[in-house]
T-cell receptor, first 114, second 111 residues
């Protein structure tokens, strides 16, 4: 079965600084990959997804992620972080032929310093 | 209009009670899910229903039972609640491979 690892439990960045959140997956074939964001007390919102094609995908709120097959990674990036980006971020991997079994990473909590 | 709505948002109950959480989606999605998020934010799938058929059950105690009266609803019933059941429960739905749409969660506290 597929699995996903987010190595960083908590990251703190200054407002305006760039951000990269790491995600590594384990899957025998090319997976479906997702990034979700969870603001405090809220549900999860889909930021972006990768299925195939261009390995650099653009999402909402100025986020992007790059799929690197050789590194089994799907890192999330943002060039300039805003205070409103403080939240919990989850990477998820789904099987290519069965999206009914999606696995989530443990999440990375982002704190933004003024 | 809320795409995936779940009620109640908060639920405080005593050990041993039976409770239900309701979920409804108006997206026309084929599959619905229940996830449990523990105090460390870890998300674990509990159930999924596809066209009223259970297709995943991840070693969840049989005190938990999903009930789907139709494609738009997936309710979660919990018998004999235990302290360890305290968590946030999320309902979600999906259509094919396009990712999940989540509800806003139900925070269950068992005292």
């Amino acid at each position: 079965a597929q699995s996903v690892t987010q190595p960083d439990i908590h990251i703190t960045v200054s407002e305006g600084a760039s951000l990269e959140l790491r995600c590594n997956y384990s899957y025998g074939a090319t997976p479906y990959l997702f990034w979700y964001v969870q603001s405090p007390g809220q549900g999860l919102q889909l930021l972006l997804k990768y299925f195939s094609g261009d390995t650099l995908v653009q999402g909402i709120k100025g986020f992007e992620a790059e799929f690197k097959r050789s590194q089994s990674s799907f890192n999330l990036r943002k060039p300039s972080v805003h205070w409103s980006d403080a939240a919990e971020y989850f990477c998820a991997v789904g099987e290519r032929y069965n999206n009914n079994d999606m696995r989530f990473g443990a999440g990375t909590r982002l704190t933004v310093k003024p | 209009d809320t795409a995936v709505s779940q009620t109640p948002k908060y639920l405080v109950t005593q050990m041993g009670n039976d409770k239900s959480i309701k979920c409804e989606q108006n997206l026309g999605h084929d599959t619905m899910y229940w996830y449990k998020q523990d105090s460390k934010k870890f998300l674990k799938i509990m159930f999924s229903y596809n066209n009223k058929e259970l297709i995943i059950n991840e070693t969840v105690p049989n005190r938990f039972s999903p009930k789907s009266p139709d494609k738009a609803h997936l309710n979660l019933h919990i018998n004999s609640l235990e302290l360890g059941d305290s968590a946030v429960y999320f309902c979600a739905s999906s259509q094919d491979r396009f990712g999940y749409t989540f509800g806003s969660g139900t925070r269950l506290t068992v005292v």
